[in-house]
């Protein structure tokens, strides 16, 4: 997967630290601009692939990525297992 998405970030016009927060608060402002950001779906699918643990990336946390990517493994493997 490619960056080229990465030009349309609402997230250009913010200083990079914005986010890579230090706290929930700073997680929550980081996810405010995501949520009209029109590459955010990108952005998510390029953090997933590329296992990127830090900062929010396409309006999730850390944690939110890690559970999201929990479950999309536990569904490819009820997918594979019920095939
Ligand atoms: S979703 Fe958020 S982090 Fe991703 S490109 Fe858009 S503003 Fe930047």
Same mark, same amino acid.
């Given at each position: ?5 990465? +030009?349309?970030?609402?997230? =250009?016009?913010?200083? @990079?630290?914005? #986010? #890579?927060? !230090? ?5 929550? +402002?980081? &996810? ?7 590459? +955010?779906? &990108?952005?998510? $699918?390029? +953090?997933? @692939? &590329? *296992?990127?643990? *830090? ?8 944690? $939110?990525? =890690?559970? /999201?990517?929990? $479950?999309?493994? =536990? /569904? !490819?493997?009820? *997918? =594979?297992?019920?095939?």
């Amino acid at each position: 997967m490619g960056a080229e998405w990465m +030009a349309d970030g609402k997230c =250009r016009d913010y200083p @990079a630290e914005v #986010f #890579f927060p !230090r706290d929930g608060l700073g997680v929550l +402002a980081a &996810q405010r601009i995501c949520k009209s950001c029109p590459v +955010a779906a &990108q952005c998510l $699918e390029y +953090a997933l @692939a &590329q *296992h990127i643990d *830090h900062g929010v990336w396409g309006g999730c946390s850390e944690r $939110e990525r =890690r559970r /999201l990517a929990r $479950e999309r493994r =536990r /569904l !490819r493997i009820l *997918h =594979r297992d019920a095939s």
